[in-house]
């Protein structure tokens, strides 16, 4: 299936935990620490009543990396390049926009948007150019002519959605291991980029 139809089929702790690793492999653009995010993994993995403090942990997370609202371009440090400006922004909006509600609508939006910014963030990210117009092509399954952090990233994408909807609340380990994984590359990505320009 592609990344849309796979998003399009989860359930609601499936739709959290696929929101969640896009935001915590984009950790290096917010100007946390690697375990900022980490409360509200252990809110996913409690199996009953799973998430009845993620509203709570939501607002704890966005007071820690001061981002106050929804669709939030602000705190994007300075001293960057156009591109990681650019992407900064957009993990600041990814992280304004948690739904502190956990319905299933709210989630899947913002599971979609997620999966959309984290995309278009490896892509700005990528020395290698991509081949498709915009992120849309590649979510839908054409995958011709991707660049390989961008192909790197829709593989986690679809990886960590398919062991969720396979496994359910035990396949949060690997989903987060999977997104760990990211995060260290995006963070070597983003220290090559800074590097280059000094």
């Known amino acids: 299936m592609s990344l849309v139809e796979l998003i399009a089929q989860a359930d609601e702790r499936g739709l959290a935990a696929s929101g969640l690793a896009c935001l915590d492999r984009c950790v290096p653009l917010l100007g946390g620490d690697d375990e900022i995010l980490r409360p509200l993994w252990a809110s996913l993995a409690e199996s009953e009543g799973w ?27 300075g001293g960057r390049g156009f591109a990681e400006g650019e992407a900064s ?44 117009s915009s992120v849309t092509a590649r979510r839908e399954g054409r995958t011709q002519d991707m660049s ?39 963070r070597a990505v983003v220290s090559r980029r800074a590097r280059g320009r000094v």
Do not use: F
């Open 148 to 186: 390989p952090l961008v192909a790197a990233e829709l593989r986690r994408q679809i990886a960590i959605l398919e062991v969720l909807s396979a496994h359910g609340p035990a396949g949060l380990r690997q989903a987060l291991a999977l997104s760990t994984e990211g995060r260290r590359v995006l």
């Open 89 to 132: 922004v957009l993990a600041h909006r990814m992280l304004g926009a948690v739904p502190v509600d956990r319905g299933a609508g709210n989630l899947r939006e913002w599971a979609d948007g997620c999966s959309v910014a984290a995309l278009q963030i490896h892509r700005l990210l990528d020395a290698a150019s991509d081949g498709a």
């Open 51 to 77: 998430g009845e403090d993620w509203g709570e942990r939501v607002e704890q997370a966005r007071a820690k990396l001061d981002v106050p609202g929804v669709g939030i371009g602000a705190g994007v440090p």
